[in-house]
């Protein structure tokens, strides 16, 4: 199990940094459904099967299709490769970069100095979660939903074209 952890960790890495270099956004949006299936990999050999079936159907399957969507009814063609081109200066990968080398810090210590036993770890299973997300977190998950909800509506404005009345 442990060589397909890092198995699905570095095709997880190599999607997503290949989803940040692509120029065609419909690329970019497959490169990221690989890394998130790689993704669900991870989770699956970590012992959590339901949050990995949660991994697939939410964000594989929703919300790819629903991006995929929006990409394919807003067609921006050559203009947006154009505009990415200009976005994807060298100079403007100076913070992710450095955000990223904080990140990649942070597992690297933590792989090399942390305890490898799990500390008062205990598997929980989809009532627990469901109870835990939905109970005290009710108000947060609503919040969330109205976000996206507002993020489709937004996407919806933008990309319908105003039809010349005759």
Known sequence: MDALFYIASAVAIIATFLMLTRMNVVHALLFLIVSLLAVAVVFYTLGAPFVAALEIIIYAGAIMVLFIFVVMMLNLGKRA????????????????????????AEVVYL????????????????????????????????????????????????????????
């Open 81 to 104: 490769a154009a505009q990415e081109r200009e976005w994807q200066r060298p100079s403007l990968w100076v913070g992710p970069s450095a955000l990223a080398a904080v990140l990649v």
């Open 111 to 166: 792989l090399t100095h942390a305890d490898t036993r799990m500390s008062g770890a205990v598997a929980l299973g989809p009532r627990q979660v469901s109870q835990s997300l939905f109970g005290p977190y009710l108000i947060g998950a609503e919040l969330a939903s109205m976000l996206l909800l507002g993020g489709l509506v937004g996407a919806f404005h933008l990309g319908r074209r105003i039809r010349e009345k005759r």
